[in-house]
């Protein structure tokens, strides 16, 4: 069972940063690929960005150029750098993961989220 923890959620202003932390309860070696994803209300989940044990991204058109995500690998640990932040970004922002402990298996894991908001 893996463990995910995020961190970092605030109130800020439209224009301001963030940065979201998501610690994983064993090597993140292991969390293979690992991503942010965001709900408003109202809207269904959606993804932010991805990141694999590469390094190899990926993000949704909306935050492409202005959030940036990186993996600590030391440390066990996602980041979410977000610049420029608009009012359209305010949401819960969870943290996900998959486990594949052989082949054929794949497990899925989400942290318990971590609010966002952003006032214009």
């Known amino acids: 069972q893996v463990r995910l923890v995020e961190s970092g959620g605030d109130l800020v202003q439209a224009g301001g940063s963030l940065r979201l932390s998501c610690v994983a309860s064993?090597?993140?070696?292991?969390?293979?690929?690992m991503g942010w994803y965001r709900q408003a209300p109202g809207k269904q989940r959606e993804l932010v960005a991805i990141i694999t044990i590469g390094g190899a991204t990926n993000y949704a058109d909306s935050v492409k150029g202005r959030f940036t995500i990186s993996r600590d690998n030391a440390k066990n640990t996602v980041y979410l750098q977000m610049n420029s932040l608009k009012p359209e970004d305010t949401a819960v922002y969870y943290c996900?993961?998959?486990?594949?402990?052989?082949?054929?298996?794949?497990?899925?894991?989400w942290g318990q989220g971590t609010q966002v908001t952003v006032s214009s």
């Open positions: 996900n993961g998959w486990v594949s402990p052989k082949a054929g298996y794949e497990y899925e894991y």
């Open positions: 064993e090597s993140i070696f292991s969390i293979n690929p």
